[in-house]
Each structure stands twice: as C-alpha cells, then as structure tokens.
C-alpha cells in the first residue's frame, strides 16, 4: 500500500492525534489481572444456562429488548419508554453526549475520573471542561458548579469515582442539581453503585422523575460479572433516552447478553452475596495499605486508588514483574482492582516494598 497516498486521506485533526483507548496489559498465566475492575468471580451456572439457551448467533438481537428493560422499569418505578441499553454504560454515556453536545459546546466532569471520557468528547467535536478533584480525590462538587458557562451541555457525576473510589453524598448531589440548569443535561454515573457500603451515598434510583435533566447510568459489567456481553443501561425522561437512540449503532446489544442479564437479575441474592465478598476484600486491602503508610483515599468500588505520581510507570513496572497487571495513570496514580483473594498478599507485598523505596526517594529521583 502506497504510505503517501495514504497520509493524503482527509481525516479530522484531532481524531488523527486521539491516542485509541487502551486496555490494561495481559499478566502471566500465574499471576492476576487487576488492571479493568472485572468481577473475580465467574458468572453463575444458571446464567451460563441462559446465554447458551440464547445463541442464536445467525439471527440479529432483539432490539427493543423489552423483556429486560420491562424488567429494569418495574425495579426503578418507570416505564419500559425510561428505559434505554448500551453495550455498556460507556456506550450510552458516548449516545448521550453525541446528542447533545458538537462543536463550540463543553462537556464537564471532574478530573481525574473515568479515562474514557476525554476521548468520547473529542469525538463528538466538543470540547472538555475539567474540574480538578478535592485533595482526598473526591468531586469538587462546588467547583464544577463555578464551571458551568453557556456553552455547557453535558455534566457527568462518576460516583464512585473511577479511579480513585470515593463516593458523592445524597445531599451533596441534591445541592448539585438544584444549582444546575435545568436545561443542561446531567449523566449520573454508578458503574460500581453496587460495591458502595457508605449509607450516606447518592442512589439514582430514588431520583429518577425528579430532574427533568438527569439520567442515570449502570452496567452489568462489575458487579454482576458481565463485562465480556457489555451491556448498561440508562434510566431518565423518555426524551432524552430518544435522543441517546438515535446515536446509537442498531442492535449493539446482543441476546446473549439481554438474557444473561436477566438470568442475572433473578439470582440476584446471590450475587450480591458475592459483591459483599468483594467489599469486603476492597476493605481489608485497603485498611493493610493504610498500615503501610499508603494514602489511599476511600474506596467504594471494587479497587483502591494509589497515588504514585511521578513514580507511576516505575510502580506499574514492579507489579506487572510481579504477576500483577495493574491500571496505571501516569503522572497521578495506579488503580488496583479487587480481584481473587489469593491475588490480596501479592498486591500487599509489592506494596510494602514500594511504599519504602518511595519513602527514601526524593521526588525527582527515580526508584531504583
């Protein structure tokens, strides 16, 4: 293939220098994959029976998927209409974007969070606006209110916050959204709402119907073990979730994963059993980290949040020598997910040796 000819191929400037999103690396067969937040444990058996009842992979999903989103109304007081899926909440949260910002308008969040939302902005030919987190890594709640202009279309809330893990407050975010326009379009983002053990928590689901603005964003991926089906879905006014359907790529969700979502759904005791297993485990690790001088901000999803700044690459280096793949955002931190408990002593003895070399470097010394 001609090289040349093919740089003279017109492509939008900034989608040409958009680095694609990345996933975490792959550990060795005996070590632990830490890196994306999965679910340790694997679906139940019950599940796996629906999905391979479902597998009718030479015919195309059903698209208004009415079983599962009639399912999801009944459980948050809606109706089947208030209901939208993605695959994934990532999915939906890009729809909802793309339809309501482009060019000229601003999307904000806090910074940092979730790593994709940069590049869904950029795609959508909006533009970015970041409010820096608190120094205990929580939303700058009031900061992000001071950010609001005219050009600001979309506001996204991530609680627990991915990466660093603490939760916004119910007051808190009632105090947010009585500040906020109502014309500007909120997206309440819980991806891990299920792992959060703080009472004093926001819950979507007793706000729905009382923000014209706000939609509410959850996955099946984390808690209930679906990552590899990617399905999430949304809950807000009938408006705005047709707006969000008609960005979306037809029949992104398959059967597959509709109706592991739904066997998911009606064993939901149990694995909720396992989510408590896992926070748990979140709260063990952590509290070990505290111990050895880690400042590890609170943690409420299902990983913990390492503030290794300069020293990022470095650390992500000794763990994954380790066996351990971990999420690393250079220069701030590393998120280490809550995986397998025989995967807890490797994480905690890498640690102890990082947590003294840090100790002795100087900040512009690298670890040796």
């Known amino acids: 293939m001609d090289a040349q000819n093919v740089e003279r191929v017109l492509l939008r400037p900034e989608i040409a220098s958009l680095a694609a999103y990345a996933q975490g690396r792959v550990p060795p067969a005996d070590g632990f994959k830490l890196s994306s937040n999965e679910n340790p444990f694997h679906p139940l058996p019950g599940v796996l029976d629906a999905v391979a009842a479902a597998s009718t992979l030479n015919r195309y999903p059903?698209?208004?998927?009415?079983?599962l989103r009639d399912r999801l109304a009944e459980r948050f007081g809606v109706g089947t209409a208030e209901v939208h899926l993605g695959a994934g909440?990532?999915?939906?949260?890009?729809?909802?974007?793309?339809?309501?910002?482009?060019?000229?308008?601003?999307?904000?969040?806090?910074?940092?969070?979730?790593?994709?939302?940069?590049?869904?902005?950029t795609v959508s030919g909006a533009s970015s606006v970041t409010v820096p987190l608190l120094p205990d890594a929580r939303h700058d709640l009031d900061g992000m209110i001071a950010a609001i202009t005219d050009s600001t279309r979309v506001i996204i809330v991530c609680t627990p916050n991915n990466p660093t893990g603490p939760i916004v407050t119910a007051e808190e975010f009632e105090r947010f959204m009585a500040a906020v326009p109502t014309d500007r379009l909120v997206l309440l983002d819980e991806a891990y709402v299920e792992f959060i053990t703080d009472p004093s928590h926001v819950d979507g689901r007793t706000l729905v119907g009382r923000y014209p603005n706000l939609v509410v964003l959850r996955t099946f991926s984390k808690a209930y073990g679906l990552a590899g089906l990617r399905i999430g879905y949304a809950v807000g006014p009938e408006r705005l979730l047709n707006a969000a359907r008609s960005t979306a790529i037809p029949m992104s969700v398959t059967d597959t994963a509709q109706a592991a979502a739904l066997a998911s759904l009606e064993r939901e005791d149990e694995l909720l059993q396992r989510v408590a297993v896992i926070a748990e485990r979140?709260?063990?690790?952590?509290?070990?980290?505290?111990?050895?001088?880690?400042?590890?901000p609170e943690a409420q999803g299902n990983f913990v949040w390492l503030p290794t700044g300069e020293h990022t690459a470095l650390c992500i280096d000794r763990f994954f020598d380790a066996g351990l793949a971990v999420r690393g955002f250079v220069p701030d931190g590393i998120r280490v997910g809550v995986g397998e408990e025989e995967s807890v002593d490797r994480v905690l003895k890498i640690t102890e040796e990082l947590v003294e070399h840090l100790r002795k470097s100087p900040p512009t010394e690298q670890l040796g």
């Open 62 to 67: 059903d698209g208004a998927a009415l079983a």
């Open 282 to 296: 979140r709260g063990r690790l952590r509290d070990a980290l505290l111990d050895q001088g880690w400042d590890v």
């Open 89 to 121: 909440s990532v999915a939906l949260i890009s729809q909802f974007i793309n339809a309501a910002a482009g060019p000229g308008d601003e999307v904000l969040y806090a910074w940092r969070s979730f790593e994709a939302y940069p590049g869904l902005v």
